[in-house]
């Protein structure tokens, strides 16, 4: 068995093939320091807490994850808080950021003996109709190689060799462009509110999410195209306060900005989720806006169901598993990218192809449901924390 990638899929996958007796091989092209030090995503639904609790790769995260379950809202109308935690199903998130994660997932799959080739960056992956796929490799000296396995996993992400190698014609790629650009920071500051914020503002969207007691993530929606470096660290905090009504509702709590990203808000779906013996997870399998995060959450449940899966193929005979991948799959990934399209209308205004005057009414209205209808903030809580 030949997974790709050392990230939230791979290592779920390759902690319960190991736990069941299953041989394989983690090829990730990053070095073990790079991904310790690769901070991405960090809000873990209870579903995918629970899967990591099955699975014995939840010590971490019990020892060092923080209860999340509120969430703020600010805009033109005043600002109104939802305690999810106490609402629709009563879950909360854990604060657990994905690099401690990733982390905990390579110790426990190394100390069950699983192999992991850092520095070995998938190139192709061939003959996957047959019995004996071959994933080919380049090492960190550009050296050549190969892998062979009965089936062959792609958790390498939406950019990776298993989703490059897939025959033309072999799967349905769903995308969709949600015209919404962020600029994702990274403070070396405390949190400035016991909650995730989401501000919205006729200059654009703001957002606010813990990390860790020193660091703390902010997202600015911006200008398609923008750069990086575009703003100083002083010009954007100073449009995080303004959006946020930092002058009403309290000061940010600045230090320096130690990651800045652009990042375009997209989603994409591949139907199916494999081809022959290649099985795809994560992001190699469906992409999703971040404004609901989702996407390490749906990375760990593809994980298991695609473990599971195997484990009744290759121990007992069992295929039907791997039969029902990717259906079931696509069930819970459409769900997540339905409520994320909804987060992402709810805190941007509308494309200008759109008739934004007439959207922003709706979008002001929706705002004004989720702040008094119980029904509404039940149905939010669920798909929120849900997945
Ligand atoms: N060969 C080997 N490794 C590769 C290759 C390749 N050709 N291409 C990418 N990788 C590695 C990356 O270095 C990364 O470590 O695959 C891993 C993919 O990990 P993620 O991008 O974290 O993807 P996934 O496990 O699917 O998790 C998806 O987690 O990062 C969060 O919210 C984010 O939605 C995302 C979710």
């Not at 690769?38 to 609790?53: D, H, K, M, P, W």
């Not at 911006?222 to 002083?234: A, I, Y």
């Not at 039969?323 to 069930?331: I, K, M, T, W």
């Not at 009414?361 to 809580?381: G, K, M, P, V, Y």
Request: glycine share 12%.
């Amino acid at each position: 068995m030949v997974i790709l990638g050392a990230g939230p899929a791979g290592l779920v996958l390759g902690n319960l093939l190991q736990a069941a007796g299953v041989g394989c091989v983690v090829l990730e092209r990053a070095g073990r320091e790079q991904l310790r030090a690769r901070q991405r995503a960090g809000f873990l639904a209870a579903n995918t807490v629970r899967i990591l609790e099955r699975h014995g790769l939840a010590d971490g995260l019990h020892r060092r994850g923080r209860t999340h379950a509120t969430c703020e809202f600010r805009t033109e109308d005043g600002r109104f808080r939802l305690h999810y935690g106490a609402l629709g199903s009563g879950e909360a998130h854990t604060v657990h950021p994905q690099h401690l994660l990733v982390d905990d997932l390579l110790t426990v799959y190394q100390a069950r003996g699983g192999q992991v080739r850092f520095g070995t960056e998938a190139v192709a992956v061939q003959g996957m109709d047959g019995t004996r796929p071959t994933v080919t490799v380049r090492d960190a000296d550009g050296r050549p190689g190969h892998w062979r396995g009965r089936y062959v996993a792609g958790c390498d992400g939406r950019h990776g060799a298993a989703r490059r190698s897939l025959p033309p014609g072999a799967v349905r790629r769903h995308h969709l462009d949600h015209g919404v650009s962020w600029l994702g920071l990274l403070a070396e500051a405390p949190p400035s509110l016991d909650a995730v914020a989401y501000a919205v503002h006729g200059r654009g969207f703001a957002g606010h999410m813990a990390r860790t007691p020193e660091l703390t993530r902010y997202y600015l929606q911006c200008e398609h195209g923008s750069s990086p470096g575009d703003r100083t660290d002083e010009q954007i905090w100073d449009e995080l306060a303004l959006r946020m009504r930092a002058a009403e509702f309290g000061p940010l709590r600045r230090g320096r900005f130690v990651d800045r990203s652009v990042v375009q808000l997209e989603s994409d779906v591949l139907e199916p989720l494999c081809h022959g013996a290649l099985f795809l997870a994560g992001d190699a399998a469906s992409l999703i806006s971040p404004s609901a995060a989702k996407g390490a959450n749906l990375a760990v449940l593809e994980a298991e169901l695609l473990g599971l899966a195997l484990v009744d193929d290759l121990r007992h005979g069992a295929p039907e598993g791997l039969a029902r991948y990717s259906a079931r799959c696509l069930d819970h990934i459409w769900r997540a990218q339905e409520f994320s399209r909804w987060m992402v209308r709810l805190l941007h205004a509308a494309p200008a192809a759109d008739d934004p005057p007439f959207q922003e009414r709706l979008r002001r209205s929706r705002l004004a449901s989720l702040r008094t209808s119980r029904s509404c903030q039940d149905w939010f809580a669920e798909q929120y924390v849900g997945v």
